[in-house]
């Protein structure tokens, strides 16, 4: 005998769990593209991504901002926002950012991951792609 009652969510084990920010094992999560392009076509890694990235996994180390449930600092393939690089993204917020020096860097470290301040002048427009 069949039943043609819909399933019980509650015990179905095949559904999703859901996430929510607050149950995300870190704060946030920052991506820098170290991304190198052999046919000499934009890429971040022409623009010293890897030392910004060192110099934000340093930064953010010091300021005791690394670790769970606080910023984790990684490194990523192309992001596909070629045209705005270098880049660097902040999730879960989304931001999309651009660096020229390491004093960029320190200021996306201390007002944004520190602070949750934006870096309004380093944002990326949302139109830029590859």
Same mark, same amino acid.
């Given at each position: 005998?069949?039943?043609?009652?819909?399933?019980?969510t509650?015990s179905?084990?095949?559904?999703?769990?859901?996430?929510?920010v607050?149950?995300?094992?870190?704060?946030?999560h920052?991506?820098?593209?170290?991304?190198?392009?052999?046919?000499?076509?934009?890429?971040?890694?022409?623009?010293?991504?890897?030392?910004?990235?060192?110099?934000c996994?340093? +930064? %953010?180390?010091?300021?005791? !901002?690394?670790? /769970?449930?606080?910023? $984790?600092?990684?490194?990523s393939?192309?992001?596909?926002?070629?045209?705005?690089?270098?880049?660097?993204?902040?999730?879960?917020?989304?931001?999309?950012?651009?660096?020229?020096d390491?004093?960029?860097?320190?200021?996306?470290?201390?007002s944004?991951?520190?602070?949750? +301040? %934006?870096?309004?002048?380093? !944002?990326?427009? /949302?139109?830029v792609? $590859?």
């Amino acid at each position: 005998m069949t039943s043609s009652s819909p399933p019980d969510t509650q015990s179905d084990k095949s559904a999703p769990p859901t996430a929510t920010v607050d149950s995300s094992y870190y704060h946030r999560h920052v991506f820098f593209c170290l991304n190198q392009r052999s046919n000499g076509e934009a890429c971040c890694a022409n623009h010293r991504a890897q030392e910004a990235f060192d110099r934000c996994k340093s +930064q %953010v180390k010091g300021a005791g !901002l690394a670790g /769970p449930g606080k910023v $984790r600092v990684n490194k990523s393939g192309c992001l596909d926002r070629c045209a705005a690089g270098p880049v660097v993204v902040v999730y879960p917020e989304a931001v999309w950012y651009t660096y020229l020096d390491a004093s960029d860097i320190d200021e996306i470290v201390e007002s944004h991951l520190k602070n949750g +301040q %934006v870096v309004e002048r380093l !944002l990326i427009p /949302p139109h830029v792609g $590859r």
